[in-house]
């Protein structure tokens, strides 16, 4: 078909770079749509981006294999109607679902996000494959076209990535960029349709989109705010009239009281300021630096029972810092500095020997992102620590322990004292939950840590045996998802 046909080559790479720009738009916001009820981590990342893939080889298969059974003009406007319409779909049936099963079955949800996700991406797969034979006119053209049209899908591919990473997920909600995404490609599968077979094509996929997008607008939202790393939500604690907790994904970040900075909820926060108490006496103001902030809950207490205290917070999360201001009550100035940065670029900028305290509090999911684990980290967060300064770090593991015995291990090769405070049944391997590592240039005053403790909880002194042959976490070996052990209980 020459240059005067239906599709002509403008438009040929229009619908090659569009179709493929919206494939991998899809699968980073299912990565989103998945996140508050199974966790973001480096498998949940693989395992989409494998069904991505699958998808693509299946509809570039099958779309060649159709375009050459049945005319192109015939399947094309269609064919973007229903990934359109199924596209609208995504967000409401993973949403029901997660809910529906929130706090179990993972599985479950991933393979509901798995087919919904494939049945419009292989859809859309199929589209270069299809222009690329209307755009064949002689055999004598058919590398040119088809590297032509390939490059231009491969560069619509880079687009989407880019800008949904860069721009979309960071400026606009979740629900709104599938709507979006869902209700273009059904303008242009109407369009295309309308040109290429007319109007009475069309009614049917369109009226499927139309039901996609009540859905929609309808299902449940877990978030009260869709940041560009976490699903936010602050929740009243029915208990406790000021008690309010911050939900990051699905997993309860921090407790805050807006009434008593001094009341600590939950176990490893009160473990944070055991150490605290135990290394330094009573009121003595410290210089902390906190490589993460959530809910700022120990921000608030060292304040509020060390006064003239000064902190440094690096936050990666605009979002969450903003949340924390609207409906916590946080307030900066110069006691309190919240910078919205990446942890470990922050700990780089830190003067030498200038904080007294490290509090490293950061995760992603259920775990802390890697670049935060590794030796060159510990070592860096020693070079800023004053002599006799404390680093802590708040880790969470289940059944065997693998991560937090290797992070144990790692800041083992750094620091000389290395102390774990932890649950006893923990430590003792029968149980799993937050284990909080104190390291230090100094010995630590361990009595005095465990005198602040509550019965239940311990200070394992000499934890080599605990840790075992556990692998010291590099930059160039880190594989934190793997040796973590989620929660299951």
């Not at 998808?55 to 049945?70: C, H, M, P, Q, Y």
Request: net charge negative; hydrophobic share 50%.
């Amino acid at each position: 078909m020459g240059e005067g046909g239906p599709v002509g080559q403008k438009l040929a790479i229009a619908l090659a770079f569009g179709s493929s720009a919206a494939v991998m738009v899809l699968e980073l916001v299912s990565l989103r749509l998945v996140a508050p009820y199974i966790g973001l981590t480096l498998e949940t990342n693989t395992a989409v981006i494998g069904v991505a893939l699958a998808a693509i080889a299946t509809g570039a298969a099958l779309g060649g294999r159709f375009a050459d059974v049945a005319p192109p003009q015939r399947t094309l406007g269609p064919l973007f109607l229903l990934a359109g319409a199924l596209v609208m779909l995504v967000l409401p049936v993973v949403r029901w679902t997660g809910e529906a099963l929130r706090g179990g079955a993972s599985e479950l949800v991933f393979l509901v996000l798995a087919v919904t996700l494939f049945a419009p991406a292989s859809l859309l797969a199929a589209v270069t494959p299809m222009v690329t034979k209307l755009r064949l006119d002689t055999l004598a053209q058919t590398g040119t076209v088809v590297g032509r049209l390939s490059a231009y899908a491969t560069v619509g591919g880079i687009v989407g990535t880019v800008v949904t990473g860069f721009v979309f997920v960071a400026t606009v909600p979740i629900s709104t960029i599938v709507l979006t995404l869902g209700a273009a490609l059904v303008v242009v599968g109407a369009a295309l349709t309308f040109l290429l077979r007319g109007v009475q094509a069309a009614v049917k996929p369109v009226a499927l989109a139309v039901v996609g997008a009540t859905l929609t607008l309808v299902a449940p939202r877990p978030c009260e705010v869709e940041t560009a790393y976490h699903c936010a939500r602050v929740v009243a604690d029915p208990n406790r009239e000021s008690g309010r907790t911050l939900y990051l994904d699905q997993a309860r970040h921090s407790y805050v009281d807006l009434k008593d900075p001094t009341y600590l909820e939950f176990e490893y926060i009160k473990s944070f300021a055991a150490a605290i108490n135990g290394t330094w006496a009573e009121g003595r103001p410290l210089n902390a630096l906190h490589v993460g902030g959530g809910g700022l809950t120990m921000t608030r207490y060292v304040t509020a029972t060390r006064p003239g205290s000064k902190h440094q917070v690096y936050e990666i999360d605009k979002a969450v810092v903003e949340l924390d201001k609207r409906e916590l009550g946080v307030q900066t100035g110069p006691d309190l500095a919240v910078t919205v940065q990446d942890g470990r670029l922050g700990v780089r900028d830190e003067e030498t020997d200038s904080r007294d305290l490290v509090l490293m509090d950061a995760f992603s999911g259920l775990s802390v992102p890697w670049h935060l684990t590794t030796r060159e980290l510990v070592a860096d967060v020693r070079r800023v620590l004053r002599p006799d300064g404390l680093y802590l770090v708040n880790v969470i593991d289940y059944g065997a322990a693998k991560f937090a015995k290797a992070e144990i291990k790692t800041a083992q090769a750094v620091f000389p004292y290395v102390a774990v405070i932890a649950r006893k049944d923990e430590l003792s391997g029968h149980s799993g939950g937050n284990f909080v590592v104190a390291a230090s240039d100094k010995p630590i005053d361990v009595p005095a840590i465990v005198g602040h403790l509550e019965p239940s909880m311990d200070v394992l002194d000499r934890p080599d045996s605990f840790v075992g042959d556990a692998p010291v976490l590099t930059d160039d070996y880190a594989p934190v998802d793997q040796l973590l052990t989620p929660y299951s209980g």
